[in-house]
């Protein structure tokens, strides 16, 4: 009988301050990125971009002060869906038209 141990090298996410803000980057296990952000004093801000394991955007999201604030853009293999939210509430939500983020 074999037993094995797996040891996963865990990716510490990297900080750089940016004078009010803080930019975080988040990395898979591989080292690809992950996810890329900003804090402003200790609260999600600003744009965040999501990577799925590829490396291609799955998620464009917006945050004002901690909360899900403006555009959100939710891509899949297929199909792009816009949602827009105003302090944490969706106020609408469509398909966008076409796959690509040129105008984003």
Known sequence: ???GIVNAQVVKPKFEKQNE?????YFY???SIKEVGFFKNDKLHNKWISYNKDGNISVIANYSEGKKDGK???LSNDSIK???YK???IIKIEN???TE???I
Request: hydrophobic share 45%; charged share 15%; proline share 0%.
């Open 101 to 103: 983020l040129n105008y």
């Open 72 to 74: 959100w853009y939710i």
């Open 1 to 3: 009988m074999f037993i």
């Open 87 to 89: 302090a944490n509430k």
């Open 82 to 84: 816009e949602v827009t």
């Open 29 to 31: 296990d591989n080292g």
């Open 21 to 25: 803000l803080t930019k975080a980057t």
């Open 96 to 98: 966008v038209a076409g």
